[in-house]
Nanobody, 115 residues
C-alpha cells in the first residue's frame, strides 16, 4: 500500500502563485509515476501534470507555461508550482501515484482562485 499526504492548497487572487506538495509513504517501488489531477465542481477529473521517477514530465495544455511539476525521489515527494493562477484553475487537486500497474490517490486539496 501507498499513502499520499498533500499540502499547500488555499485561496489566492488571480495572477498569484501556490505550491502543492505530496509525500508518498509505504511500499514505494522505485520506478513510478507521480502527478496531479484536478476536479472542478460539475466537471470530470482531469490531468494537470505527471512526472516519472526518471524525470519525464507531461502537462495539460491549459497549464503549460504556468505550472511546473518536480519531484524529490529521496523524499518520495512531488511538487506542483502554480504561477499566474486563473479563476478557472479553481478545483480540488489530487495527488496521484502509479507503480506496478496500481494507482493511488490522495484525499485532495482545495485550490480557489478569486478574480
Amino acid at each position: 500500500q501507498v499513502q499520499l499526504v498533500e499540502s499547500g492548497g488555499g485561496l489566492v487572487q488571480a495572477g498569484g502563485s501556490l505550491r502543492l506538495s505530496c509525500a508518498a509513504s509505504g511500499s514505494i517501488f522505485s520506478t513510478n509515476v507521480m502527478g496531479w489531477y484536478r476536479q472542478a465542481p460539475g466537471e470530470k477529473r482531469e490531468l494537470v501534470a505527471t512526472i516519472t521517477s526518471g524525470g519525464s514530465t507531461n502537462y495539460a495544455d491549459s497549464v503549460k507555461g504556468r505550472f511546473t511539476i518536480s519531484r524529490d525521489n529521496a523524499k518520495n515527494t512531488v511538487y506542483l508550482q502554480m504561477n499566474s493562477l486563473k479563476p478557472e484553475d479553481t478545483a480540488v487537486y489530487s495527488c496521484y501515484f502509479k507503480a506496478i500497474g496500481r494507482d493511488y490517490w490522495g484525499q485532495g486539496t482545495q485550490v480557489t482562485v478569486s478574480s
